[in-house]
């Protein structure tokens, strides 16, 4: 029973004269029904009397009749003392009636039919052999196989059914395909249980005593059965959004207390970690991101103005000007960025990247939490465990700095969940097709995380086939026939757009990172967020603290060991452990440093370092494939530990040892929150339109010096103007050289590079006349109308660098150097 469920008890159920219940009772809730009411009668006594030596009642439920209903019943039970009228003052739906009839019932067992009898009477025997095999309810289905329809509804009414048929099944009752067929029989007792504690009194009863039944995995046959549309259906166009509310409101309660604190304890956490960034919304800044943060409420905005103005997604000019940017080939997001649209164009990118942060964690979570508790254990506080361990490690909480395409991963437990489904046989097709769909889908969330899934789901079936080879074996062909499909579905969903990425303008072939391994020390120490960890030490084991990839601490490590020694008879579990193992050691790279000494080894990473798409993927990601893997195990240990039962003394001290040592792995890990500063404000320039007396359409402002992966303010610029110019340089992936390898930030260019260099070092050259000529070229490259310098580091050598490169005194608007170099170019 759902938590939410009301305890009220049944009652015991009346009995006869002489103090003994019925074998059946037939219930017929009735509305006005005085034309049909006889003959429906008549044909269930004649019925049941051929059905001897059966004891049987048949109660009509009178919902507030205006006709001659209660009158014909009223007849038929002066005539039949088996036949009992029960009538209500008023109309109240006819899950009312039903339940008045269900608790006023005396029998072993109690049909539920309609007063139609669109589905004849006769039927009843199919019914009953289920009950007698073992089932607690069999309910008359329209939409199997066997069934027979031999006067079908309307069009309409069938869609709107199918329709129904279909959310039903997603959200109360999993397995049944037609929950509305007018013809149930049930397990007297446990009926009179549902019932005694149902609330719906309008069409959709069936679906909550059904899903009563469900939840406390009773089990329910659905049987093929005779069904004829009568004419003069009670439901009306009106009962359709009823239902729906109903069936919401079905969903709601059955969310016990865990299920519903769970959730909100995630998203507590989650806005505790990013709480200065929604307490400077507009101004905050995570310290630990870099230029990235800068980049990516530059993608939700440039997303949600293509969008806004019909142009292609894919694709923009206002970086990198006038080459552009290839949005697709970038970590763009759309699959976030677009459907965020309205968000970002009303409120700001800013307001969508902490929605972005924030409810990725937490959706993440969520969705490891659901898939944990469905797939792995019963536990629910275990499945929470494992489920916020998935998103709040130290690997997700260092790219929570500035990486949401590696914090949104709540597509992920859900690729999973359809892969298990294609192992498991059931309707493998829809399986496939809804796989397929996630896939391209995920695509559009980030490829390289999905890679990384990838990558792991082929370890964890290597190390399932080595743990159950007969298992694998068997559903090897069912999952790869599945997979097959799948990609049937997604590759033409993606091909334009992957085509674009890869083929198209500004298009690159791979990213060049290095070697970027983890050093195997970093497997075992604290991550600089984590509440023991150290920062200088994790600076010395990481690229930066978006890349710490690893830092599980070394109690966690030990305590995983124990848990797969402890638990490795179960093959899942000896999986885990080798996804876990393989990929801790591909995630050390190509060249594994010997601790204590100068030498390395040859790292496994080689066998994929130069294979497609392998190439571009930062090895020390890898670990973050470890993630999971921990998180299942932590909650399978967590669920051993809650559901075993404590028969000694000493079960209770191991109980309490696995508890302490739950405590000792995991209390170092728990993140501490993301720090902020307050972003240098946009230049008065910019900020009060005077820009545009300078830079006419189809033309750009050059920002002194040219913007670069470390120097982005001037993207935020571009978003305080409406993106009403374009610039050139910026912080984006894109091409370099013939062989087209891709960097990071644009080609390089003579101007761009001697203005970086006057910043670093803070001394001017000398500028000869070529110097002066190339710097013209750029100039006409860029199709410049203004340079502008605002106030920063080295401002006055970069005003003079600039003086001498333009031959002419710049003009000081505001705060703001500014060069008119209209027709100079």
């Known amino acids: 029973m759902s938590k939410t469920q009301p305890s009220a008890q049944p009652s015991e159920p009346p009995t006869t004269a002489g103090g003994s219940t019925v074998d059946l009772t037939v219930i017929i809730p009735a509305y006005n029904e005085e034309d049909r009411l006889a003959p429906t009668l008549q044909a269930v006594r004649a019925h049941l009397e051929t059905l001897r030596p059966l004891r049987w009642e048949l109660i009509v439920v009178d919902d507030g009749s205006t006709d001659g209903t209660a009158a014909v019943t009223a007849a038929a039970a002066a005539d039949e003392p088996r036949v009992r009228l029960l009538s209500t003052p008023a109309n109240r739906g006819k899950g009312h009636a039903v339940r008045t009839g269900v608790l006023a019932s005396r029998g072993r067992r109690v049909l539920v039919t309609d007063a139609d009898l669109a589905t004849p009477i006769e039927e009843l025997a199919l019914l009953q052999r289920h009950l007698d095999d073992g089932a607690t309810a069999a309910v008359g289905s329209r939409a199997l196989p066997g069934s027979r329809i031999a006067v079908r509804q309307h069009a309409l009414r069938e869609v709107m059914g199918r329709v129904g048929a279909r959310l039903i099944r997603a959200a109360a009752v999993p397995g049944i395909r037609d929950t509305q067929c007018g013809f149930k029989l049930f397990d007297g007792d446990k009926v009179r249980t549902a019932f005694a504690g149902s609330r719906l009194d309008g069409w959709s009863y069936d679906v909550e005593i059904l899903r009563f039944f469900h939840q406390k995995d009773w089990e329910v046959a659905e049987v093929p059965v005779s069904w004829a549309h009568q004419p003069g259906s009670k439901v009306r166009p009106l009962a359709y959004p009823t239902v729906l509310a109903d069936l919401i409101g079905i969903r709601l309660r059955a969310i016990g207390p865990v299920r519903f604190a769970v959730p909100v304890l995630f998203l507590l956490l989650a806005f505790l970690l990013y709480g200065g960034l929604w307490g400077g919304l507009g101004t905050a800044y995570l310290t630990d991101s870099g230029s990235d ?248 084991l990481s690229l930066n603290r978006t890349e710490e990839n690893a830092f599980f601490g070394w109690p966690l490590v030990a305590l995983t060991i124990a848990v797969v020694v402890h638990l490795r008879d179960r093959p899942c579990v000896r999986a885990l452990g080798f996804t876990a193992l393989a990929a801790a050691v591909l995630s050390l790279g190509q060249n594994i440093p010997l601790l204590g000494t100068d030498r390395t080894l040859p790292g496994p990473w080689r066998l994929v370092a130069k294979m497609p798409f392998f190439e571009s993927v930062i090895e020390s990601r890898m670990a973050m494939v470890c993630v999971p893997a921990l998180g299942i195990l932590l909650a399978l240990a967590c669920d051993r530990l809650a559901v075993r039962r404590l028969r000694s003394e000493r079960e209770s001290s191991r109980r309490l040892l696995g508890c302490a040592a739950l405590v000792v792995a995991l209390l170092p890990l728990l993140p501490t929150p993301y720090r902020t500063v307050d972003r240098a404000p946009v230049p008065a320039f910019i900020a009060d339109g005077n820009w545009r007396e300078y830079v006419r359409p189809g033309h750009s402002l050059v920002p002194v010096p040219v913007p670069s992966p470390s120097g982005t303010a001037a993207l935020g610029w571009q978003i305080d103007a409406g993106l009403g110019f374009p610039f050139p340089g910026g912080y984006f992936n894109g091409p370099w050289g013939p062989d087209r390898i891709g960097i990071y930030g644009p080609q390089p260019r003579f101007t761009s590079d001697l203005l970086n260099k006057v910043r670093e070092s803070g001394k001017v050259p000398d500028i000869s006349a070529q110097q002066r000529r190339q710097f013209g070229w750029d100039l006409g490259f860029w199709r410049a109308d203004a340079l502008v310098l605002a106030p920063g580091d080295n401002a006055v050598p970069l005003r003079e660098a600039v003086t001498r490169l333009t031959g002419k005194q710049p003009r000081h608007v505001g705060d703001t150097w500014v060069w008119d170099v209209r027709g100079q170019g």
């Not at 892969?419 to 493998?428: K, P």
């Not at 790869?480 to 500004?506: D, M, N, T």
């Open 293 to 540: 943060q800068q980049q990516w409420e530059w993608f939700f905005a440039v997303t949600a103005d293509n969008v806004a103005h019909l142009r292609n997604p894919l694709f923009t000019d206002l970086q990198n000007f006038p080459l552009g940017v290839n949005l697709m080939a970038n970590t763009a997001m759309l699959g976030l960025s677009v459907p965020l649209t309205p968000l970002t164009l009303a409120f700001g990118a800013h307001l969508t990247w902490a929605v972005v942060l924030t409810g990725g964690l937490a959706a993440t979570a969520c969705s490891w939490y659901w898939l944990i508790a469905k797939r792995f254990v019963r536990s629910r506080w275990a499945a929470a465990l494992g489920g916020g361990f998935c998103a709040f490690a130290p690997p997700m909480i260092s790219h929570g700095n500035a990486h949401p395409n590696f914090v949104v991963l709540f597509m992920m437990p859900l690729i999973i969940d359809r892969a298990l489904r294609l192992c498991e046989g059931g309707r493998r097709t829809r399986d496939a097709v809804v796989l397929g769909l996630f896939l391209a889908y995920q695509i559009f969330l980030g490829e390289e995380a999905l890679l990384l899934a990838v990558t792991g789901l082929a370890l964890f079936a290597l190390g399932y086939a080595i743990a159950a080879p007969d298992v694998a074996k068997a559903v090897a062909g069912p999952l790869l026939r599945g997979l097959a499909v799948a990609a049937l579905v997604s590759v033409p969903l993606v091909i334009v757009p992957v085509g674009w990425q890869f083929y198209g303008p500004q298009s690159y072939h791979s990213v060049l990172h290095g070697q970027v391994g983890n050093n195997p020390m970093a497997l075992l120490e604290f991550a600089t967020r984590s509440l023991a960890g150290d920062g200088g030490v994790a600076a010395s």
